[in-house]
């Protein structure tokens, strides 16, 4: 795999049963990398065809009306200035019609039970800025008040509010939009009871200082508005506080909330919570579903309430699968019962109506991403979007094996060169990937950074060192108060790589490591090329790299510190320097490439300046590559040329010391 077979990639995602339940909407993104840009575009698959629905070029969020005849999904036009907006399209086919236009756009939305009614987010300028052109807007002096006011990928929040808005009579040419909530706080989420009158969602949990990352369930009566009127607030009641991605309504019309009781006890598992009608703010009247499975529920990739439970993805030691866990009498543990798994990753999972068949769009090592049925215990792919991708790119092959450190076994993914098999002795060139995170982790899925390197004559392998997500609370909390110190477990679990691989690979070359990471990856690189200079060569990306100023520069910075090294930079600045690879610059010896990205708000630019220039001033062979108008995501999600030249630079930075 070269750069340029990122315009092969072909993904299915966020799959949806129309309630007939003989059709399914899917998104399928393409990379197009003339128009630097990801086609998104909705399909249809009939039991027996797979068809564009929508024309595109950016249509994703696809949901069927209840009674069937309407499928809504969300609408991003092309040009600089382009909002997404809710449009609306007949199940048998037709014109799509965009029926929202507020100032910021549309990011979710859900029908109402008789849908008659949609709620939606919507996201608009505050009021000192609503009626000025962007130039106006640019120009003016930020007056900021609060914390957070920037976040990445979404810029300069403080500017705008995001809130919950209903639309109504949808048949009209123009359908009625009015706000309902006006709080301080972004709202999101959005869910109806079952009958249709009430609205839940999540905000940010009120009467804490903005230093706190608490959010809270809410709830809003949904009464009929005022004829002509543009905003009908209702009144809000505040449920339970913690960290919550995401709520649902099952059969029964009990809530569920996914996420923690507290948002202090990440790093952990998110768990799903059933939340009595009496719940409180102090979190009485909820019940943890899942915690006895010690595993992450991962909502974005589909939690579906059913009759007789919910089905959900379930991370795994390097998987998630797909599990349905069964409604149980209070004091008893639901039944769990596995229905997709194996040695890959589920991106999107759907119930049909009949409560039982599912659709699941998945990834393993080879394969990008694929849409299958589940149906009476059989499979059947639908797609074959790995089968195309392999006829056009030779693939390199993953292998899956473990060491062991401290008496503890460590999980790794190595992607193989073409003709290791055959090579001399010491021939080949290693390159370490360090995930970020740290609560993520590598796992049986298509990494296309790991086929390009491998593709460039690297053995490339990654590892899951404590501290990586997939193995429960404790595992990923062995890092927690550990990073002030000289050599942390995670850090100790990274250096031993190279000798594990050095081990399992006779013809790995010793004097040709290679070391580099993302984020948290970027994290650890710095740590260890300055404890062991046998790394010819290293790139820490978008990395933490001094404490101190990224606790004033993150969107996450006031809390983060609090998390993994157990105080504030107030409390205590000792372990914040100590845990600061900054510091420690003067140490490294292994020519560093420090990448980055201006727009990024999670680990921002500020710290890659810093870092590079401390290895500068050290003597360190360095070069520093900054990407515009890029944020942290740029690896996954930025620009399509952005994601090419990005890898043209890791080849020719590392090709320089390790060819």
């Given at each position: 795999?070269?750069?340029?077979?990122?315009?092969?990639?072909?993904?299915?995602?966020?799959?949806?049963?129309?309630?007939?339940?003989?059709?399914?909407?899917?998104?399928?993104?393409?990379?197009?990398?003339?128009?630097?840009?990801?086609?998104?575009?909705?399909?249809?698959?009939?039991?027996?065809?797979?068809?564009?629905?929508?024309?595109?070029?950016?249509?994703l969020?696809?949901?069927?009306?209840?009674d069937?005849?309407?499928?809504?999904?969300?609408?991003?036009?092309?040009?600089?200035?382009?909002?997404?907006?809710?449009?609306?399209?007949?199940?048998?086919?037709?014109e799509?019609?965009?029926?929202?236009?507020?100032?910021?756009?549309?990011?979710?939305?859900?029908?109402?039970?008789?849908?008659?009614?949609?709620?939606?987010?919507g996201?608009?300028?505050i009021?000192?800025?609503?009626?000025?052109?962007?130039e106006?807007?640019?120009?003016?002096?930020?007056?900021?008040?609060?914390?957070?006011?920037?976040?990445?990928?979404?810029?300069?929040v403080?500017?705008?509010?995001?809130?919950?808005?209903?639309?109504?009579?949808?048949?009209?040419?123009q359908?009625?939009?009015?706000?309902?909530?006006?709080?301080?706080?972004?709202?999101?989420?959005?869910?109806?009871?079952?009958?249709?009158?009430?609205?839940?969602?999540?905000?940010?949990?009120?009467?804490?200082?903005?230093?706190?990352?608490?959010?809270?369930?809410?709830?809003?009566?949904?009464?009929?508005?005022?004829?002509?009127?543009?905003?009908?607030?209702?009144?809000?009641?505040?449920?339970?506080?913690?960290?919550?991605?995401?709520?649902?309504?099952?059969?029964?019309?009990?809530?569920?909330?996914?996420?923690?009781?507290?948002?202090?006890?990440?790093?952990?598992?998110n768990?799903?919570?059933?939340?009595?009608?009496?719940?409180?703010?102090?979190?009485?009247?909820?019940?943890?579903?899942?915690?006895?499975?010690?595993?992450?529920?991962?909502?974005?990739?589909?939690?579906?309430?059913?009759?007789?439970?919910?089905?959900?993805?379930?991370?795994?030691?390097?998987?998630?699968?797909?599990?349905?866990?069964?409604?149980?009498?209070?004091?008893?543990?639901?039944?769990?019962?596995?229905?997709?798994?194996?040695?890959?990753?589920?991106?999107?999972?759907?119930?049909?109506?009949?409560?039982?068949?599912?659709?699941v769009?998945?990834?393993?090592?080879?394969t990008?991403?694929?849409?299958?049925?589940?149906?009476?215990?059989?499979?059947?792919?639908?797609?074959?979007?790995?089968?195309?991708?392999?006829?056009e790119?030779?693939?390199?092959?993953?292998?899956?094996?473990?060491?062991?450190?401290?008496?503890?076994?460590?999980?790794?993914?190595?992607?193989?060169?073409?003709?290791?098999?055959?090579?001399?002795?010491?021939?080949?060139?290693?390159?370490?990937?360090?995930?970020?995170?740290?609560?993520?982790?590598?796992?049986?899925?298509?990494?296309?950074?790991?086929?390009?390197?491998?593709?460039?004559?690297?053995?490339?392998?990654?590892?899951?060192?404590?501290?990586?997500?997939?193995?429960?609370?404790?595992?990923?909390?062995?890092?927690?108060?550990?990073?002030?110190?000289?050599?942390?477990v995670?850090?100790l679990?990274?250096?031993?790589?190279?000798?594990?691989?050095?081990?399992?690979?006779?013809?790995?070359?010793?004097?040709?490591?290679?070391?580099?990471?993302?984020?948290?990856?970027?994290?650890?690189?710095?740590?260890?090329i300055?404890?062991?200079?046998?790394?010819?060569?290293?790139?820490?990306e978008?990395?933490l790299?001094?404490?101190?100023?990224?606790?004033?520069?993150?969107?996450?910075?006031?809390?983060?510190?609090?998390?993994?090294?157990?105080?504030?930079?107030?409390?205590?600045?000792?372990?914040?320097?100590?845990?600061?690879?900054?510091?420690?610059?003067?140490?490294?010896?292994?020519?560093?490439l420090?990448?980055?990205?201006?727009?990024?708000?999670?680990?921002?630019?500020?710290?890659?300046?810093?870092?590079?220039?401390?290895?500068?001033?050290?003597g360190?062979?360095a070069?520093?590559?900054?990407?515009?108008?890029?944020?942290?995501?740029?690896?996954r999600?930025?620009?399509?040329?952005?994601?090419?030249?990005?890898?043209?630079?890791?080849?020719?930075?590392?090709?320089?010391?390790?060819?």
């Open positions: 795999m070269r750069p340029t077979d990122l315009a092969s990639l072909v993904t299915p995602s966020d799959p949806r049963w129309h309630p007939d339940g003989r059709r399914l909407a899917v998104v399928i993104t393409r990379v197009d990398l003339d128009e630097d840009r990801y086609e998104r575009r909705i399909h249809l698959h009939d039991g027996s065809d797979l068809r564009p629905f929508t024309a595109g070029p950016s249509d969020h696809p949901r069927w009306s209840p069937g005849t309407t499928l809504a999904f969300l609408r991003t036009p092309t040009g600089d200035d382009a909002t997404t907006q809710l449009a609306l399209l007949p199940a048998d086919g037709g799509a019609r965009v029926i929202t236009s507020l100032s910021r756009g549309v990011s979710a939305y859900e029908w109402s039970p008789d849908g008659a009614r949609i709620v939606l987010v996201d608009a300028w009021d000192e800025l609503a009626d000025l052109t962007p106006e807007r640019r120009r003016r002096p930020r007056r900021i008040t609060r914390l957070p006011y920037r976040a990445d990928d979404d810029g300069w403080h500017e705008r509010r995001r809130q919950l808005h209903l639309v109504e009579d949808l048949d009209a040419d359908p009625r939009v009015r706000q309902l909530t006006d709080l301080p706080d972004d709202v999101a989420s959005p869910v109806w009871d079952l009958d249709g009158r009430v609205v839940h969602a999540v905000t940010r949990a009120r009467g804490l200082p903005d230093t706190e990352p608490h959010e809270q369930v809410i709830s809003i009566e949904v009464a009929d508005g005022e004829e002509g009127s543009a905003v009908t607030v209702h009144e809000v009641t505040w449920g339970p506080r913690g960290s919550w991605q995401s709520v649902h309504v099952d059969p029964r019309g009990v809530l569920l909330a996914t996420g923690q009781l507290d948002p202090f006890h990440w790093p952990g598992v768990r799903v919570h059933e939340v009595a009608t009496d719940a409180g703010e102090d979190n009485s009247g909820l019940r943890d579903l899942t915690g006895h499975l010690d595993r992450d529920v991962l909502p974005g990739a589909g939690l579906r309430p059913v009759d007789d439970g919910f089905v959900a993805a379930l991370e795994g030691r390097g998987t998630v699968g797909v599990v349905h866990i069964a409604h149980a009498d209070a004091g008893d543990e639901p039944v769990v019962t596995e229905v997709f798994g194996g040695a890959r990753v589920t991106i999107g999972v759907d119930v049909h109506p009949d409560g039982a068949t599912l659709a769009c998945w990834t393993d090592p080879r990008p991403g694929e849409l299958s049925v589940l149906r009476d215990g059989g499979e059947e792919q639908v797609t074959g979007f790995g089968d195309a991708l392999r006829a790119v030779e693939l390199a092959e993953t292998e899956r094996w473990t060491f062991e450190r401290d008496g503890t076994e460590i999980d790794a993914w190595s992607v193989l060169p073409a003709g290791l098999a055959d090579a001399n002795d010491r021939s080949v060139p290693v390159l370490i990937n360090i995930h970020g995170g740290p609560t993520a982790q590598y796992g049986d899925h298509f990494f296309d950074e790991f086929q390009v390197e491998a593709g460039a004559g690297y053995l490339v392998v990654g590892i899951n060192p404590r501290g990586s997500s997939g193995r429960g609370t404790d595992w990923a909390r062995a890092v927690v108060g550990r990073w002030a110190e000289d050599a942390p995670d850090v679990d990274l250096e031993a790589v190279a000798d594990a691989v050095l081990e399992r690979y006779p013809a790995a070359d010793p004097d040709r490591l290679g070391l580099m990471g993302g984020s948290y990856g970027g994290y650890a690189t710095a740590r260890l300055a404890r062991d200079d046998r790394y010819a060569s290293a790139i820490v978008r990395g790299l001094e404490w101190g100023s990224f606790g004033g520069t993150s969107d996450i910075g006031p809390y983060f510190d609090r998390m993994f090294l157990g105080s504030s930079l107030l409390d205590d600045p000792a372990p914040h320097h100590a845990a600061s690879p900054l510091w420690d610059a003067s140490n490294v010896r292994t020519p560093t420090v990448l980055h990205s201006d727009s990024d708000w999670r680990c921002p630019v500020e710290q890659g300046e810093r870092y590079f220039a401390a290895l500068v001033t050290a360190v062979t070069e520093f590559v900054r990407f515009p108008d890029e944020g942290h995501e740029l690896s999600s930025g620009k399509p040329k952005h994601r090419l030249e990005r890898f043209e630079v890791i080849l020719d930075w590392h090709g320089r010391f390790l060819r």
